[in-house]
């Protein structure tokens, strides 16, 4: 149990054009999923937190209007990075706490976001 | 500010050592998560401790998770190579959903 996916697992992408990230809780219902980013040998950064049916929750020094989350179900939130641009170049993670707790994440395979 | 502060941040062992990895904060937590993150891989959920000075077993892995819940350590008993990865430790000191992860411990087991 307790399984979240992601797709695409690798997205190689041009500067200034935009890309969509899926994360789905396959097996249990979450409120709240989380989007973190990981540069190599570099422990987690969230990003934002994602509650369905309201607006993300940006950490510090993350644009919203750069990288855009859409929770519009239980079960799927979405990350889209527009105009992408090389410096945005990472390993994007989602996590999805299922709903009623606890409070523990459980993390998708992640996506290598490479842009030329 | 990093809340949770793991060491050692690098470790490289032989096969059938003995180790421990320290997670420590100066906060409180009501849980500790440790995950463990291959290259290229989410991390994956192996523990969650909620109770002061309560010990989970798993396997080859022991957790212990401190009196005053700020502090947890994982102790791994004759490591094997498959044990290689990053071990991450996260909590959230207000007991909410998100997690303030350490830095994490990258561990290297050679045959």
């Known amino acids: 149990g307790a399984v979240v996916s992601q797709h695409p697992s690798r997205v190689i992408c041009k500067s200034g054009t935009s890309v969509k990230i899926e994360c789905r809780s396959l097996?249990?219902?979450?409120?709240?999923m989380f989007w973190y980013r990981q540069f190599p040998k570099q422990s987690l950064m969230l990003m934002a937190t994602s509650n369905e049916g309201s607006k993300a929750t940006y950490e510090q020094g993350v644009e919203k209007d750069k990288f855009l989350i859409n929770h519009a179900s239980l079960t799927l939130s979405t990350l889209t990075v527009t105009s992408a641009h090389p410096e945005d170049s990472s390993f994007y993670i989602c996590?999805?706490?299922?709903?009623?707790?606890?409070?523990?994440?459980?993390f998708g395979p992640g996506t290598r976001l490479t842009v030329t | 500010t990093q809340l949770l502060e793991q060491s050692p941040q690098f470790l490289s062992i032989q096969e059938g050592e003995n180790l421990t990895v320290y997670c420590n904060s100066s906060?409180?937590?009501?849980?500790l998560q440790w995950y463990r993150q291959e290259p290229g891989e989410g991390p994956v959920l192996l523990v969650t401790v909620v109770t002061g000075g309560e010990v989970k077993k798993l396997k080859r892995l022991t957790f212990q998770f401190g009196d005053a819940r700020k502090d947890s350590s994982l102790h791994i008993t004759a490591a094997q190579p498959g044990d290689t990865g990053l071990y991450l430790c996260?909590?959230?000191?207000?007991?909410?959903?998100?997690?303030?992860f350490g830095k994490g411990t990258s561990l290297l087991v050679t045959p």
């Open positions: 996590s999805a706490s299922p709903t009623g707790g606890p409070y523990e994440q459980y």
């Open positions: 097996d249990f219902q979450a409120t709240t």
């Open positions: 996260a909590g959230d000191p207000s007991g909410g959903y998100a997690l303030n």
């Open positions: 906060s409180v937590f009501s849980s």
